[in-house]
């Protein structure tokens, strides 16, 4: 992942709702979810979380399918990954990490 591909998905990741849905659609696993059911999840109205689903997907972070009439919408878990490597991809330098394993540093 490059820099300026971090920066978008972590700022899509900067609002308490859009975090939420993400959250939300990582739990539900592969399945997806569809809006209303997200929405009704969240507490949130649909046209404010179709705006928050748009910025997610425009990040990268999800993506969605048509099934009928209906958009399903899916974390995308590469993408998570790749964030997550990204911003652990240098921990410690190469150096004895000095963090615990509680401190959930993936390189330890």
């Known amino acids: ?52 689903l748009k910025e997610l997907a425009h990040a990268g972070l ?6 009928g009439r209906n958009l399903i919408y899916r974390a995308n878990y590469d993408r998570m990954n790749g964030l997550l490597g990204y911003l652990t991809e240098h921990c410690c330098q190469g150096s004895e990490c000095e963090i615990t394993t509680s401190d959930a540093c993936p390189a330890c």
């Open 62 to 67: 999800v993506h969605s399918e048509q099934h």
């Open 1 to 52: 992942m490059e820099e300026n591909d971090a920066v978008l998905a972590l700022a899509a990741l900067a609002h308490p709702q859009r975090l939420r849905a993400f959250r939300a659609l990582v739990v539900a696993g592969p399945q997806g979810l569809v809006p209303s059911v997200l929405a009704e999840q969240l507490g949130m109205a649909r046209n404010a979380l179709s705006f928050h």
